[in-house]
């Protein structure tokens, strides 16, 4: 049963001296502590985190200074704790006080696991109404159309007496010239021929 320690700066001139000293007096054995430097908590691959976690064995416990160490959001806190949980793996913070082979520990996280899919849920059910709303005033969601039906009748004439597709854009913007993939899409040029032929 050992206690293993990893420790993580984000930029390459921060320096990892206080969270090693601190994983040290938490009881890591000091061949068994893991440092990465100028490595983001949001990257899924840290080379000494991937390391820590290949060293890590049934009743062990990992010793961190502080959850955002080891990841940036809820969900990977969450990913990260499960993946303990299924090793026999203990998660020890020190700064927060939690420490899994407690009933408070555990708890904690079963917190942060309910407040993670809490939020899932807020996400899918805004995602929902909003498309509801949307449709209940006539449309289908996404982005309004650039150009209404009559801009795009003016478009397809602009083009039938031979303005460039550049010049069509400028006279549909009134002022504010249209991008040409625009009119491109008004006048139901989707094909490479067809825009090279313009």
């Given at each position: 049963?050992?206690?293993?320690?990893?420790?993580?700066?984000?930029?390459?001139?921060?320096?990892?001296?206080?969270?090693?000293?601190?994983?040290?007096?938490?009881?890591?054995?000091?061949?068994l502590i893991f440092t990465d430097h100028g490595a983001s908590g949001a990257s899924a691959s840290r080379?000494?985190?991937?390391?820590?976690?290949?060293?890590?064995?049934?009743?062990?416990?990992?010793?961190?200074?502080?959850?955002?160490?080891?990841?940036?959001?809820?969900?990977?806190?969450?990913?990260?704790?499960?993946?303990?949980?299924?090793?026999?793996?203990?998660?020890?913070?020190?700064d927060q006080g939690i420490d899994t082979s407690t009933a408070a520990g555990k708890l904690m996280f079963?917190?942060?696991?309910?407040?993670?899919?809490?939020?899932?849920?807020?996400?899918?059910?805004?995602?929902?109404?909003?498309?509801?709303?949307?449709?209940?005033?006539?449309?289908?969601?996404?982005?309004?159309?650039?150009?209404?039906?009559?801009?795009?009748?003016?478009?397809?004439?602009?083009?039938?007496?031979?303005?460039?597709?550049?010049?069509?854009?400028?006279?549909?913007?009134?002022?504010?010239?249209?991008?040409?993939?625009?009119?491109?899409?008004?006048?139901?040029?989707?094909?490479?021929?067809?825009?090279?032929?313009?």
């Amino acid at each position: 049963m050992a206690r293993v320690g990893y420790a993580r700066v984000s930029t390459a001139d921060q320096h990892p001296e206080a969270q090693r000293d601190r994983l040290l007096q938490a009881g890591c054995d000091p061949d068994l502590i893991f440092t990465d430097h100028g490595a983001s908590g949001a990257s899924a691959s840290r080379p000494a985190w991937d390391r820590c976690r290949g060293a890590l064995r049934t009743g062990d416990a990992l010793v961190v200074v502080k959850l955002d160490r080891v990841g940036r959001s809820v969900r990977n806190l969450i990913e990260v704790a499960a993946e303990l949980e299924a090793k026999g793996v203990d998660l020890v913070v020190l700064d927060q006080g939690i420490d899994t082979s407690t009933a408070a520990g555990k708890l904690m996280f079963h917190l942060l696991a309910a407040i993670a899919e809490f939020e899932r849920d807020l996400i899918r059910e805004r995602t929902r109404d909003g498309l509801a709303a949307t449709k209940a005033r006539g449309r289908n969601g996404g982005r309004k159309a650039r150009l209404d039906s009559d801009q795009r009748a003016l478009a397809a004439k602009l083009r039938a007496d031979g303005y460039s597709i550049r010049d069509i854009g400028i006279m549909l913007g009134n002022g504010k010239p249209v991008s040409r993939q625009t009119v491109y899409r008004a006048l139901g040029m989707t094909s490479d021929s067809d825009k090279a032929a313009s």
